[in-house]
């Protein structure tokens, strides 16, 4: 205590110094309503009184409160003229004692003597407790009551024991409600009481102990023995994997041990509750789950990536069964390699779980190693740089050649002699020349010295970097006649292909127009839903051989799978992955295509579509009508569509936009559409006028990536499902002929057209018609007879001329389509600025000029891209693509914490290319750089820079391509 005067100067006085012991009463006091009101009440008892004396204006009072004392002090220092000063205090038992205080109404605190017990231990836990009370005991796991007893509470605290068996592992929920005399006056705790604590235990005879017995040093391609046992000699079934320590590394793998999966922590499966408070008739507070279940044992811990050259080593070897008492042994031979490997065995029996693992170093006495761009064109020279490693002193004189396979020659010396004065490493180059094929081209290295051989092997993509070209005819065939067509090779060799199609409706060229979709080189959630809906609707209606089913149906797969990547969590969907926003047209898009693709059988992730249903919903009642915006009014009518075919139409909202004046056209074609899928015909015939079938053209394609063409295709849908089939025929016709014609469709345009047409021709078919015909190809001929209305078959590939026959079996006409792809050796593709203007520099990073002709090898240089606006209004959708010659490597300076980047809305980077996506107000102007590095000496072709409006072909722009040299 301090005492000062009134100027703030400390003085001497007696202090008079009482303390009160603070006493709290509490009781919950319970409504009609079931609303339960805390009440207190506190009293307070002298605990003692002194007077004080302080020496230089300070004083200080030493006391002493016995451990059961604690709880809250009231302390009043007042001075002889009446001024006092309080200070309310807590006084607590000491740090590792119980002071019994309850952290709730409701809550009883206890713990068990140990953190872990095994089977047959002696389970005891502890809980306050005062005299005459009563306490029900529950043993719970995940699923049910184990067991359940009374017990008679004593003073102060109760133990409560048990033995832990068998079926408690590996844990065990110990539950205590404790009852207090309803009477009692000796304590302040609620009449009631409830705590539960979870119990680890394990049981040592659900653990396998394998054991690896491995030589503790290998050699590559050269046999070894793994054996196989178990510690204690018991029988179980296993599997051996071996792999690579620097893949396992990348992610801080861990050997898996079943034993942690199968006797994980199980959460409380049993719910409690009593009826005590209608019972007893004093209110003890409400139960409630004190804990929560949750997290992962499996969390890798951060391990340090090691760098690897070589090819990883992935081995994975079993079941095998191994019996009581026996071992196993294993023959295994590695490929070339040297590293670390590690053995990992994960072993199982009735209900016994184990793992093992054991690291061993691999090393050869001679090895070799080489390196090669991710990609190679077509005629390029490329340098094919080769390490040599002599790792024994014995080694002096090595022989070094180069294999490869037809898509590569040597370009000079495929053998070279090395020679080694001690053990080290070699550097040494071959160099190979490309042809004019196109596949997967295997290089092979071998080095010799004396017994020792040493191989490496690698596989490299030899791509055609010139566009694909497309062509196809169609013709009709009449009832009973034939006609003969002429298939000339188109392409470079091995690039051409070719597809037939004969249809009994107006045929859609799938050959060209599906294959544009899956081959589209962006993927946005309108491209990527447009490719894997015209396949989930090509599949129901085109017999196509099993093959190319299960491809179609495994693309339908992926693009189920990549909806995760778009959404966003209020169920909307972004254009590209990584956005905040969502792009409304894409999110009507992608729940069109699920809900269709669930229909049809397709599993679709349940919390997907509900969360895309609940946003749909909101956004559907809380629209209104934007009079400037053509695409919002039509947005709206395709979210409603959607809604209602997922069979929870918003009928409020669709009266509401049936009833605004001015909707555009298109909108009340898809709104009819809607009300067709909602039981509602008789509206959808008020909406469609069908004194005006012609969609009106678009300025831009807007926020639903419009055209006149797509607008089409959503009225021909509407026809269809109104069956209005003489008006749908007539806009098939017109839809057919555009899509047979080389007329460019954009993604969305091209799906649409596909989808409508599906449906008005699986619509239009019955059951006993179908297709009949003959076949003739190259000699060969078949009669088929089909029931879906299209039937498309890739003929042989075109080594030459190759004659083809149709011959219609039937009495209607037949339409038969030729689709013919190919890729030129060369195209020479004339420098274009359509609507944008397009400059590429290539500069260091002090920003100077770099002759790309010819560049030193090892240079870091940028590839700078500057794109402007030249037209009259905002372009949106651009997407500039750059790829790169073989001998360039892309640093993707994101790896390395550089800048993403903010001009762009999204960009995509992969082996041979980058990707960028971005938007142009009017004259703006954006600068994209890419960076560099001249990584293999050769002589390379780098393709066209080319900037293109995904969604309107009048703005685009390129370059022309080049030959590039990297020199040593």
């Excluded at 016995?66 to 809250?72: Q, S, T």
């Excluded at 008679?152 to 205590?176: C, G, H």
Aim: net charge neutral; glycine share 8%; aromatic share 10%.
């Amino acid at each position: 205590m301090v005492v000062v005067d009134p100027d703030g100067d400390l003085t001497d006085s007696p202090v008079d110094l009482t303390i009160y012991k603070i006493n709290w009463r509490w009781w919950w006091d319970a409504s009609e309503d079931y609303l339960a009101n805390y009440v207190t009440q506190q009293q307070y008892k002298p605990l003692l009184n002194k007077r004080l004396f302080t020496t230089s204006g300070k004083a200080v009072f030493k006391f002493n409160i016995p451990n059961e004392a604690w709880g809250r002090y009231l302390f009043i220092a007042k001075l002889p003229d009446g001024h006092s000063v309080t200070r309310t205090v807590y006084l607590d038992w000491p740090y590792g004692s119980s002071s019994g205080e309850q952290g709730g109404a409701t809550m009883l605190s206890f713990s068990t003597d140990r953190e872990k017990y095994k089977v047959g231990e002696e389970i005891g836990a502890s809980f306050p407790s005062s005299k005459d009370g009563k306490a029900l005991i529950s043993i719970e796991n995940g699923s049910k009551i184990l067991d359940k007893f009374w017990i008679d509470t004593k003073a102060v605290q109760t133990r409560v024991s048990f033995k832990a068996k068998a079926e408690m592992a590996p844990n065990i929920y110990l539950s205590i409600t404790y009852l207090e005399p309803h009477g009692q006056t000796v304590n302040d705790r609620p009449i009631r009481l409830y705590g539960v604590i979870c119990v680890n235990i394990e049981n040592p005879d659900t653990h396998l102990k394998p054991v690896l017995k491995i030589p503790g040093e290998l050699r590559s391609q050269q046999p070894f023995t793994v054996e196989v046992a178990e510690a204690n000699g018991k029988a179980m079934n296993y599997t051996l994997a071996i792999v690579d320590e620097g893949l396992l590394d990348l992610t801080g793998y861990k050997t898996p041990d079943p034993w942690n999966t199968f006797f994980a922590r199980e959460a409380l499966g049993v719910k409690s509750w009593d009826l005590f408070d209608y019972v007893l008739g004093a209110y003890g507070g409400q139960l409630e789950k004190l804990f929560a279940v949750g997290g992962s044992d499996q969390l890798p811990d951060p391990s340090k990536q090691k760098a690897q050259r070589f090819k990883p080593v992935v081995r994975f070897l079993g079941p095998f069964r191994l019996d009581r008492n026996s071992k196993l042994r294993h023959t295994v031979v590695l490929p070339q390699y040297t590293g670390s490997v590690r053995f990992m065995v994960v072993g199982a029996a009735d209900n016994s779980f184990g793992a093992a693992e054991k690291a061993v170093p691999v090393r050869d006495p001679l090895m070799v190693l080489a390196t090669v761009p991710r990609v190679v064109g077509i005629n390029e020279t490329i340098e094919l740089p080769v390490s040599l490693f002599a790792q024994d002193g014995v080694i002096k004189e090595v022989e070094v050649s180069v294999g490869f396979n037809s898509l590569f020659s040597a370009n000079g010396n495929d053998h070279l002699n090395v020679a080694f004065a001690e053990p080290g490493e070699k550097d040494l180059r071959f160099s190979l020349r490309t042809g004019t094929k196109t596949g997967k081209g295997v290089i092979e290295i071998s080095a010799r010295s004396g017994k020792e051989r040493a191989v490496y092997s690698v596989e490299v993509d030899v791509r055609n970097p010139n566009p694909v070209i497309v062509t196809s005819q169609t013709e009709i065939v009449k009832g009973a006649q034939s006609r003969e067509f002429s298939l000339q090779p188109m392409g470079a060799p091995g690039t051409g292909s070719a597809v037939v199609e004969i249809s009994a409706t107006p045929p859609m060229n799938l050959g060209k127009r599906l294959d544009y979709l899956i081959d589209y080189p962006h993927g946005c959630i309108e491209q990527t839903i447009s490719s894997a809906f015209s396949q989930l609707m090509i599949n129901q209606f085109v017999a196509v051989d099993p093959g190319k089913k299960k491809e179609l149906e495994a693309n339908i797969r992926l693009g189920i799978d990549n909806l995760r990547k778009f959404q966003l969590p209020d169920g909307s969907f972004t254009y590209w992955p990584g956005n905040s926003y969502p792009s409304l047209w894409g999110t009507s898009w992608a729940g069109n295509f699920m809900v269709e693709a669930e229909n049809l059988g397709f599993v679709i992730p349940v919390e997907v579509k509900k969360r895309w249903l609940n946003f749909q919903k909101k956004a559907a009642n809380y629209w209104h009508k934007e009079l400037s915006d053509r695409g919002m009014v039509l947005d709206q009518a395709y979210r409603l569509y959607t809604l209602a075919l997922a069979n929870e139409p918003a009928i409020g909202a669709m009266n509401r936009l049936r009833e605004t004046a001015n909707v555009p056209v298109e909108a009340r074609w898809k709104l009819a559409a809607a009300y067709v899928m909602a039981s509602r015909p008789e509206v959808a015939e008020q909406l469609v006028d069908m004194t005006k079938l012609e969609p009106t053209e678009y300025q831009n394609e807007g926020m639903t990536f419009g055209s006149s063409m797509r607008d089409r295709a959503i009225l021909l849908e509407t026809l269809t499902l109104m069956k209005k089939k003489t008006e749908a025929f007539s806009i098939a016709k017109s839809i057919s002929a555009a899509l047979c014609s080389e007329q460019w469709m954009s993604t969305q345009t091209t799906a649409n057209c596909l989808l409508a047409m599906s449906r008005f021709a699986g619509n239009g078919s019955k059951p006993d018609e179908g297709l009949k015909f003959t076949l003739t190809v190259n000699g060969k001929t078949e009669e088929i007879a089909n029931n879906k209305v299209t039937y498309s078959r890739e003929l042989p590939r075109l080594d030459g001329k190759i004659p083809v026959k149709v011959g219609n079996m039937s009495a209607g006409d037949l339409y038969v389509t030729l689709i013919q792809k190919g890729i030129p050796l060369s195209v020479t593709v004339p420098e274009k600025q359509n609507g944008i203007k397009l400059e590429v520099a290539y500069m260091t990073s002090d920003g100077k000029a770099v002759d790309i002709a010819n560049i030193a090898k090892g240079t870091d240089f940028n590839a700078i891209v500057r794109i402007k606006n030249t037209g009259f209004m905002e372009v949106e959708n651009l997407a500039l693509t750059q790829i790169f010659p073989s001998g360039w490597e892309i640093i993707n300076e994101r790896l390395f914490g550089g800048s993403a980047g903010s001009q762009f809305n999204y960009r995509d980077i992969r082996d041979d290319r980058v990707m960028t996506y971005f938007n142009l107000k009017m004259n703006e102007q954006k600068e994209f750089s890419v960076k560099l590095n001249a990584t293999y000496s050769g002589t390379y072709f780098l393709p066209p820079v080319q900037c293109e409006a995904m969604y309107n072909n009048t703005v685009s722009a390129n370059n022309t391509g080049m030959k590039v040299v990297v020199a040593n």
